[in-house]
């Protein structure tokens, strides 16, 4: 394939910065790394504050962490956000799971 003028498209810096972020968010958490990911969902949630897919896997990771209400609340903004979108109902399922199943810290 021969590069042309159309894949030499400037890009913004918070576009380059949004899709490094992701790079390494997606790493850590191959490597369920989790509090390391969490840095990089806070760091684009900063930049992106209403970004639904990133407060979903924000999400993820406080399921992962056992921060069972926190994780609950930022599902709940995704399904708010995207109704319509297939994973609103695996998180609803997800939502009563982790309500069936609290965390009890003495």
Not at 5 to 16: I, R
Not at 46 to 72: H, K, W
Request: hydrophobic share 40%; glycine share 0%.
């Amino acid at each position: 394939m021969k590069l042309n003028q159309t894949h030499l498209e400037e890009a913004k810096n918070s576009d380059v910065l949004m899709k490094w972020i992701a790079v390494l968010k997606s790493t850590f958490l191959r490597e369920e790394r989790y509090l390391d990911a969490l840095k990089f969902i806070n760091i684009a949630l900063t930049l992106e504050p209403e970004d639904a897919f990133e407060v979903r896997d924000r999400g993820y990771i406080y399921q992962q962490l056992d921060c069972n209400s926190m994780a609950i609340n930022d599902y709940n903004f995704f399904i708010e956000k995207y109704p319509e979108d297939p994973a609103s109902e695996l998180l609803k399922v997800q939502i009563k799971a982790l309500n069936d199943n609290k965390v009890v810290i003495h």
